[in-house]
């Protein structure tokens, strides 16, 4: 086991899970529980941390989520759903209501 993602933003260290899961990596959030009062000031042992469950995943995790987070979002006009008439924020290949693939 080891930590490939602290954060004090729980939604952001379950994201990235979701992202190592897609790839295929065991993972699982350590202090996924453990919510700090706002009076105390949090420390590094007490933050939810994304970890991978095998060592050897490591890199390959590391990899992943850098190439996630160095991904530039695309700032593109919305567009029209052909199939459902939906419109879609620019930055989507395909809509987010049925899943048709943005047509080129």
């Not at 996924?32 to 095998?54: G, H």
Request: hydrophobic letters at 35%; proline letters at 6%; glycine letters at 6%.
């Amino acid at each position: 086991m080891r930590d490939v993602f602290l954060n004090h933003d729980f939604t952001r260290v379950e994201h990235y899970k979701g992202i190592l899961d897609e790839a295929g990596i065991p993972s699982f959030v350590r202090n996924e529980s453990s919510l700090n009062v706002l009076t105390q000031m949090p420390d590094n042992t007490s933050l939810p941390a994304l970890c991978v469950t095998n060592d050897e995943d490591y890199d390959r995790a590391i990899e992943v989520l850098r190439a996630f987070i160095q991904t530039p979002e695309s700032t593109g006009p919305d567009w029209k759903c052909a199939n459902c008439g939906e419109t879609v924020p620019g930055n989507f290949d395909s809509c987010w209501k049925c899943g048709t693939a943005r047509a080129t």
